[in-house]
Structures are given as structure tokens and as C-alpha cells.
């Protein structure tokens, strides 16, 4: 459990719930399926559409940096997007990817960036724009933090920086407006009721 106090749209809260913990644990659960699918069925094909430019491959990576932005906009709780993302990338491990161990590495610093842009509005602030840069930040970390050293450790510095601008566009299209959009649909179902998301979409619907 992630202890401390902190202030949330106006109420404190104290600690994870039970309904935190497993309802991250099932994004993450869900996501690392996904991922598995993506990294068997799709990702090839995004590489050998992106062979004459391989820095353009990594305008797939907002796929990967999904549930620590879903988690974290859902939960909204310290830890949420990287205990999401670690799910995420444990079961991604455990059913096989082409980059081994090293997606823990990643799962780590996608949900790091996230929280860091979380952190910096103290958990209060869950708008579209907010999951923009939290995906962003999330590619930044990600890619300058690891990915650089251990995929393209070959590529010029021009190169890497094409490869990041990328990467960071795709933090902010597939992962930042793709899963602000994903949570919101999410509420509108009524599944995610024990959250504010759910209340917040209760509530705007009622007003209409």
C-alpha cells in the first residue's frame, strides 16, 4: 500500500483502496494482453513500413505508455501509473517479446514520467492537456533514459533526435489524447464509478 496524504479536487486521501489496487492491477493485466498481441502481430509490420527510416518506428511507442496514462487519470493516486505500467510489462514479459527483460527497464521509466507530471499538479489536475505531457514525459524518460543506450545506441545524435521527437509525438497523440479519451469512454459506461472519473461523468451527463 502507498501511504501519505494528499489533497485531491478538495478531499484527502490517505491510502490505496482495495478497489485502487485491483482495478490497476486488471488495466495492467489487460494492457500487457494487449501488448502482446501489438508486439506479435502488429509491431513487425510497423518495422518493415518504417525500414527505409527506422527512426519513424517510434511513432508506435505511445501503445507501450498507455496504462501508466490510464492509470494514473483513473486511480489518481502516487504509484498508480507505475504500479499500472508494471503490470503491464511483467505479463508482456511473462508471455514472451522480442526485448526481453529490458521492458521492466521501460515499464519503470514510462510510469516514472508520468507520476513526475502528476506530482508536479499534486494529483489535482486530470485534464486532456495533463495527459498530453504526461505522455510526453513519459516518451522523454523513456527513450533518453533507456531506449537511446540500448536500441539505437548506433544511431548520430541527429538520428536520436529525430527518433525522440517521434517517440514524443506519439506520447502525446496515441498515449496522452488516446487515453484521456479511452477513460473518458470508460465512464461513460458506468465501470468506473467508484472513481471521481466516474463521478465527474455522472455528473456532466446530468447537467446536459
Excluded at 522480442?98 to 514510462?110: A, E, K, T
Excluded at 507530471?117 to 527513450?143: D, H, M, P
Excluded at 533518453?144 to 509525438?169: I, P, Q, S
Aim: net charge neutral; hydrophobic share 60%.
Amino acid at each position: 500500500m502507498i501511504l501519505g496524504t494528499i489533497t485531491q479536487t478538495g478531499r484527502k486521501i490517505t491510502a490505496w483502496r482495495g478497489v485502487d489496487l485491483l482495478t490497476a492491477a486488471m488495466i495492467g493485466v489487460a494492457f500487457g494482453v494487449i501488448f502482446w498481441g501489438f508486439d506479435t502481430l502488429v509491431y513487425p509490420g510497423i518495422g518493415l513500413l518504417a525500414a527505409g527510416f527506422p527512426p519513424a518506428a517510434e511513432l508506435a511507442l505511445g501503445v507501450w505508455l498507455l496504462p501508466a496514462v490510464v492509470g494514473g487519470l483513473i486511480i489518481r493516486r502516487p504509484g498508480a501509473a507505475i504500479f499500472t505500467e508494471l503490470v503491464a510489462a511483467n505479463l508482456e514479459l511473462l508471455l514472451g517479446n522480442q526485448w526481453g527483460p529490458g521492458v521492466l527497464v521501460s515499464g519503470v521509466l514510462q510510469g516514472l514520467g508520468v507520476e513526475v507530471v502528476l506530482l508536479f499538479v499534486l494529483w489535482r489536475r486530470f485534464s486532456l492537456t495533463i495527459a498530453i505531457i504526461a505522455g510526453v514525459a513519459a516518451a522523454v524518460l523513456e527513450i533518453v533514459g533507456y531506449e537511446w543506450w540500448a536500441y539505437v545506441a548506433d544511431y548520430t545524435l541527429v538520428w536520436k533526435l529525430v527518433y525522440l521527437a517521434f517517440g514524443m509525438l506519439s506520447g502525446a497523440v496515441i498515449a496522452g489524447v488516446g487515453g484521456w479519451l479511452l477513460v473518458r469512454a470508460l465512464a461513460r459506461t458506468g465501470a468506473l464509478q467508484a472513481f471521481p472519473v466516474g463521478h465527474e461523468a455522472r455528473e456532466s451527463a446530468i447537467s446536459r
